[in-house]
């Protein structure tokens, strides 16, 4: 941690301090990178109201179950400094002041917490469940220790019919519910859509539908048992899912992985942004019936994804990153025919965004689509392509790196006009990114071992890592019990930050447009709905 992080916590403590919020700096941290900040739950709401005010950008919050009492989580974030609050309640009757009335991001995960924990969150400016929906009662709560991982009973869930969703006002407004079923074959979420004409004039999304329990079933896992279930909280992302819970744990553990290793999780990392990346751009042309950029991007993504099921076993990268190292590695053969889909990638890739920037109709399209301004995203915290098209510039491998990036020239995409058209154009500057990456890895690469040997952590050792997914910063937390086994497991995906930015960005556009903007965001439903 440098001078600089070590000033801004300072500062916060000290502005704390003086409106007499009680803390306690822990010293050793035992969350590196990131810093704990004990503090009162009275002081709770206080310390987000500082911190906004200092700047410090809220990244998630999350809860854990020791029996006797909770303790609850909010990390933040500020020029690549993690301080995490922690604060201890009452198991009985768990309280705490809302930090949502200071973060936006904060609104749904603390909703999250109410319903899994049964944490009450006062002066919560939307006490509505969240994640329940009807498949538990109000006194049932599925993250305490005493809820089965099997749940409580084999019916089938009531449909939610009932939830309270902003109705229509006005002779003229009318509303379009859209899912959670859908006439393709993404994942189901509900939008339920005011409009006069076709005009949009509020968007309310309902998430929850895939919940799959995965805090509940990570506990009593083994870590490679934690990894494999990471590499699957989202599958598009199971790289970065899985590097971040490795790297957790390996800190949990008090190891590194071997510098070879490293710089191979860096070269699955950015094949996955490429992958995806490629894929987004021909979907953004397929929403506006540019069949030729669909055919041509997903023509691209799928060569490269057969190049990983020929190099590395899978085609998505699953289980490739293990606890302590990597379970593949690249030989000068491999590294030569990867370098040389390089080569051909970049040249299609010139042929294509010339053809893509050209086309006037894609531009009536995408330019002024789903407008996020830079004062928008600064506030929701927009993360990944979507905040970056927006005037925001953080990315952990710049701003927080870890290895091997700190030994790697970042270059960050960045736009400002915030439409559909500048995350477009992010998402294009950060395959050209990759690909430079990809190279510099393969010809910097140390030799050495592939696996660091385990080391069995101590119990209640607890590990944070950050890493930069191709959506954007995933978080996570995990606390060993004893024997090797996992305790706490908690996920966060850019999309749990990402997906409010929609309801944003679509006002104002018309609901033929809705298509393309949720596409420029392209928030994953199953890493929402853990």
């Known amino acids: 941690m440098s001078n600089r992080d070590i000033d801004s916590i300072s500062l916060l403590c000290h502005k704390l301090e003086t409106h007499g919020v009680r803390t306690d700096l822990l010293d050793p941290g035992p969350l590196p990178?990131?810093?704990?900040?004990?503090i009162d739950a009275a002081g709770w709401g206080k310390a987000a109201e500082i911190a906004h005010a200092e700047k410090w950008r809220w990244a998630g919050v999350w809860a854990e179950d020791l029996?006797?009492?909770l303790y609850v989580y909010a990390c933040l974030e500020h020029q690549g400094a993690y301080l995490v609050l922690r604060a201890g309640l009452s198991a009985e009757h768990p309280r705490l002041p809302s930090q949502a009335p200071y973060y936006w991001a904060a609104d749904r995960p603390e909703r999250h917490l109410q319903d899994m924990f049964g944490i009450h969150f006062d002066d919560h400016p939307d006490p509505r469940r969240w994640t329940r929906h009807q498949a538990w009662d109000e006194s049932s709560h599925p993250l305490r220790r005493d809820f089965p991982a099997a749940g409580l009973s084999p019916r089938q869930t009531?449909?939610?019919?009932?939830?309270?969703?902003?109705?229509?006002?006005?002779?003229?407004?009318?509303e379009i519910p859209v899912g959670p079923v859908h006439a393709g074959i993404i994942e189901p979420g509900h939008f339920r859509f005011l409009a006069i004409g076709?005009?949009?004039?509020?968007l309310e999304e309902r998430l929850g539908y895939v919940h799959?329990?995965?805090?509940?079933?990570?506990?009593?896992?083994?870590?490679?048992?934690?990894?494999?279930?990471?590499?699957?909280?989202?599958?598009?992302?199971?790289?970065?899912?899985?590097?971040?819970?490795?790297?957790?744990?390996?800190?949990?553990?008090?190891?590194?992985?071997?510098?070879?290793?490293?710089?191979?999780?860096?070269?699955?990392?950015?094949?996955?942004?490429?992958?995806?990346?490629?894929?987004?751009i021909g979907a953004l042309c397929n929403d506006v019936g540019f069949g030729f950029g669909f055919y041509q991007f997903g023509r691209l993504r799928e060569l490269w994804l057969r190049e990983n099921q020929a190099l590395f076993g899978h085609r998505l990268l699953m289980d490739k990153i293990v606890p302590g190292g990597v379970a593949v590695d690249v030989d000068a053969a491999v590294g030569q025919?990867?370098?040389?889909?390089?080569?051909?990638?970049?040249?299609?890739?010139?042929?294509?965004?010339?053809?893509?920037?050209?086309?006037?109709?894609?531009?009536?399209?995408?330019?002024?689509a789903g407008h996020l301004s830079t004062e928008l995203a600064t506030a929701l915290g927009a993360l990944g392509f979507v905040g970056?098209?927006?005037?925001?510039?953080?990315?952990?491998?710049?701003?927080?790196?870890?290895?091997?990036?700190?030994?790697?020239?970042?270059?960050?995409?960045?736009?400002?006009?915030?439409?559909?058209?500048?995350?477009?154009?992010?998402?294009?500057?950060?395959?050209?990114?990759?690909?430079?990456?990809?190279?510099?890895?393969l010809d910097g690469m140390p030799s050495g071992e592939l696996l660091t040997a385990w080391r069995i952590p101590q119990e209640h050792a607890v590990g944070f890592a950050a890493v930069e997914s191709w959506r954007g910063e995933v978080l996570c937390f995990v606390r060993f019990?004893?024997?090797?086994?996992?305790?706490?497991?908690?996920?966060?995906?850019?999309?749990?930050?990402n997906w409010p930015a929609l309801e944003k960005l679509v006002l104002g556009n018309i609901v033929p447009d809705f298509p393309v903007c949720n596409k420029s965001v392209n928030g994953s439903y199953s890493g929402h709905d853990l």
Not at 163 to 169: I, T, V
Not at 339 to 358: G, Q, V
Not at 485 to 492: D, E, Q, T
């Open 198 to 202: 076709e005009t949009v004039l509020h």
């Open 337 to 368: 025919r990867i370098k040389l889909s390089i080569a051909a990638l970049r040249k299609e890739l010139d042929e294509l965004i010339t053809i893509l920037d050209n086309n006037s109709s894609l531009e009536d399209r995408f330019l002024a």
């Open 388 to 441: 970056r098209a927006s005037g925001q510039s953080f990315d952990v491998r710049q701003d927080a790196p870890y290895a091997p990036y700190q030994q790697l020239r970042m270059r960050v995409a960045q736009e400002e006009q915030g439409d559909v058209s500048s995350r477009l154009w992010v998402r294009y500057k950060e395959l050209r990114t990759s690909l430079r990456l990809l190279e510099d890895m």
């Open 212 to 280: 799959k329990g995965i805090e509940k079933i990570a506990e009593g896992r083994d870590p490679h048992s934690l990894a494999r279930l990471a590499g699957r909280v989202s599958g598009d992302t199971t790289v970065s899912h899985a590097w971040a819970a490795c790297l957790a744990m390996e800190r949990a553990a008090g190891l590194d992985a071997p510098p070879r290793a490293a710089f191979l999780r860096g070269i699955l990392a950015e094949r996955e942004r490429v992958i995806n990346h490629l894929w987004d």
């Open 33 to 38: 990178p990131a810093r704990v900040l004990e």
């Open 158 to 174: 009531s449909p939610d019919n009932s939830y309270p969703f902003l109705r229509a006002q006005g002779a003229s407004v009318y």
């Open 67 to 69: 029996l006797s009492e």
């Open 481 to 497: 019990a004893a024997d090797n086994r996992i305790s706490r497991y908690w996920p966060r995906d850019a999309s749990v930050i």
